[in-house]
C-alpha cells in the first residue's frame, strides 16, 4: 500500500511539480493586485483593481495553470506531442464545466482536477494515434499525417471534454459543497472540515466558501455578531502547518519553494499556494484534515468566529475581524492549534511517504506508461 501511495503520489507530483513556479508567481500576482490585495490596501493607487483581477488574476487561474499541469500531463506520457495535445483538450473541460456551472452553482472552480485526468489521457491517445501511423504514413507525407492526427485527435478530445468531463467535474464541485453544508446542518462542525479540505486541494475552495459558508455565517453574524463559518475554510493555520512541514522535513524543490509559498500564504491569504503541495503526495490531506479539525474544535470550543469574511484569508484579514472579548482569543488559539497539528502531523507523513523530485530529464526517462496508478482502458496493466 505504501508503494502505491508513494507511485500515485510521484505521478501527480510529476504534473505539479515543475509548475510550482507559476503557481508561485500566480499567488504573488493576486496577493498584490487583487481589490483586497497589498497594493489596494497600503498604497494610494487609484487603479481598477477589479479590471486587473478580471483581465489577469481571473485567466491565470482559470486557463493558464490547468493547461500548464495538463500539458504537463500529456508530455510525461508521450512527450511534446501528448503534451499539446493535452492542453488542447483540458479546455473543453473548462469549458464544459464552466456551461454547467452557469446553470446555478456558484463560482467558477479552476478545473485541475479535470486537467489531470485529461492531460495523460490525451498523451495516451496520442501515444496509441502515432503508434497506429508510424508504419502506414507514406514517405514525405509525415508532417501532414502527424499535424492532422493531432489536430482531429484534438477536436474529439475538446468535445469529450465539453460534453462529458466538464459536467461531472462540475457535480463533483457541487456534491463538496452540499456535503460541507449537510455535516454543517447535522451539528457536526469539526467533521465538516474533512470534504473542505478535500475541496479546497482540487481547487474548490471558492465554490465552497462563497457558495455555502459565507450565506451561513452571514445569518450568524445577524443573530450574534460573530460566526465560525467565517473560519471553516479560510483558516490560515493548517496550510502554514503543512508548508512548514515541507520546509521541515521536505526535500527538493518543494522543500525550497516552501518559505516562499509560507509569505504568500499566511500573509498574502492565497491559500491556492499550497494546494500542489498536497497534490504532489495526497497522503498529505491527513495534515489538513489534522490541522482543521484541530482548529475547528477549538473554535466550538470557545465559542469564536469573526465579524465578517477575511478576503483574502490571510492573518491580517483575521485581526481586522476579530470579534471582542475572549471569542477573539479563541480565534487566534484555534489558528495556532491548526498550523502546530497540521506540521507535526505533516513531518511525520513526508518521512513515512516521503515525496521522490524529478527532473524535466528524470520524469521524461522514468515515468512510463506503467507508472500510471489507474488503468485506462485499452492499456496494458502496471
Known sequence: MQEKIQRFGGWLAGMIVPNIGAFIAWGLITAIFIPTGWLAEYTSLDWD????????????IVYLLPVLVAYTGGKMVHGHRGGVLG????????????FELSSGATGDPPQFLGAMVMGPLAGWVMLKIDNYLEDRTPAGFEMLYNN?????????LVCLGYIVIGPVMAAIASAFGN????????GLLPLADIPIEVGKVLFLNNAINHGVLTPLGATDVAESGRSIYYMLESNPGPGLGLLGAYWFAGKGLAKLSAPGAIIIHFFGGI?????????MNPV????????????????VATDAGLVGPPSPGSIFAYLTLLPTGFAAVGVLMGVATGAV???VVGSVLLRLFPVR?????ELDDEVHLSDMPVAIPGMPSS
Not at 49 to 60: A, N
Not at 271 to 279: A, I, T
Open 49 to 60: 483593481w477589479d479590471g486587473i483581477t478580471g483581465d489577469l488574476v481571473g485567466p491565470m
Open 87 to 98: 492542453a488542447v483538450a483540458v479546455m473543453g473541460v473548462i469549458g464544459g464545466a464552466a
Open 148 to 156: 492532422f492526427s493531432q489536430g482531429i485527435a484534438g477536436v474529439v
Open 179 to 186: 456535503m460541507v453544508e449537510g455535516i454543517a446542518d447535522a
Open 271 to 279: 491559500h491556492e499556494v499550497y494546494f500542489p503541495y498536497v497534490l
Open 284 to 299: 498529505m490531506i491527513g495534515a489538513m484534515w489534522a490541522g482543521g479539525i484541530s482548529a475547528d474544535i477549538v473554535f
Open 341 to 343: 497539528a497540521a506540521f
Open 357 to 361: 523530485d524529478m527532473t524535466d530529464e
